[in-house]
Nanobody, 125 residues
Framework: QVQLVESGGGLVQAGGSLRLSCAAS????????MGWFRQAPEKEREFVAS????????YYAESVKGRFSISRDNAKNTQYLQMNSLKPEDTAVYYC??????????????????WGQGTQVTVSS
């Protein structure tokens, strides 16, 4: 069972930046895809981005393309989400997710098998 711990959330003004981190343990990190989802109040959880096992392939929701960047450091068992040009509509709890296989590019939550506790991101206007 993989354990995931997110960090880096907080309050930021519109147009600002934040970087989320997710530290993983409990299995061989470099063998699996990783991803980020988010859930805003009274909305369903939605896909944000994912990265393949090697970091060579990345996938993004249309709403964050060009603003967010996902990456991973397999030597540190950590993935990141760099969020730039933040908007109030990016406000949500962001969840780190561990994939079931080397690639997870569909955006479906069933491609992921473990979830972190979440970190709050609030963007003020």
């Amino acid at each position: 069972q993989v354990q995931l711990v997110e960090s880096g959330g907080g309050l930021v003004q519109a147009g600002g930046s934040l970087r989320l981190s997710c530290a993983a343990s409990g299995r061989t990190f470099s063998n699996y895809a990783m991803g980020w989802f988010r859930q805003a109040p009274e909305k369903e959880r939605e896909f944000v981005a994912s990265v393949s096992w090697s970091g060579g392939s990345t996938y993004y929701a249309e709403s964050v393309k060009g603003r967010f960047s996902i990456s991973r450091d397999n030597a540190k068992n950590t993935q990141y989400l760099q969020m730039n040009s933040l908007k109030p509509e990016d406000t949500a709890v962001y969840y780190c997710a561990a994939g079931r296989s080397r690639y997870a590019g569909s955006g479906r939550s069933d491609e992921f098998e473990s979830w972190g506790q979440g970190t709050q991101v609030t963007v003020s206007s």
